[in-house]
């Protein structure tokens, strides 16, 4: 068998789906580069959730929220350089309509998470407790309810 430059180790790969967790576990086995960008799927399929909640989006900011095109690229992301996962949403101002999608807890790497000014509404269901790096949360000026932590309580 000839070597690649690196020992196999299991690896665990965790997807989070509406209602169930499902855990994929690839044991001993060599596992081709292509795989491991899985963990950015978390990534994607959190913003395409959120995109797939907006009832209303006048500037079409999400025009480019697609599969076509890395999710780094889209309109208002941006990631970081070496794990290339989501650091910062910043979506104030777009007249956004709709409820905020409880996928954003999703984006671990997340510092920052701008959404003042638009008009999302409802209960947010976001868990803050899994956005550990969070720095900026700006979601004034919309009609959400809910509580924030008070760990988050210098936020505006």
């Not at 994607?44 to 959120?50: D, E, G, P």
């Not at 995109?51 to 889209?74: A, E, G, H, M, Q």
């Not at 996962?85 to 999608?101: D, I, W």
């Not at 790497?109 to 790096?133: A, C, E, M």
């Amino acid at each position: 068998m000839a070597t690649t430059g690196w020992s196999p180790q299991p690896l665990i790969f965790l997807l989070c789906f509406s209602s169930f967790t499902l855990i994929v576990v690839l044991g001993q086995r060599e596992v081709p580069s292509a795989l491991v960008s899985l963990s950015n799927m978390t990534d994607q399929f959190a913003l395409l959730s959120f995109k797939s909640l907006i009832t209303r989006d006048p500037y079409n900011v999400l025009s480019n929220w697609n599969s076509n095109i890395s999710f780094c690229d889209w309109n208002e992301i941006s990631c970081s350089r070496g794990s290339q996962r989501v650091v910062a949403l910043n979506l104030s101002e777009k007249a956004f309509e709709g409820p905020l999608s409880p996928y954003i807890r999703n984006l671990s790497f997340l510092q920052v998470l701008d959404l003042w000014s638009d008009s999302f509404h409802g209960h947010h269901h976001i868990d803050f407790s899994r956005l550990p790096l969070l720095q900026k949360l700006s979601i004034s000026e919309n009609n959400l309810e809910g509580l924030i932590p008070q760990t988050l309580s210098h936020y505006r």
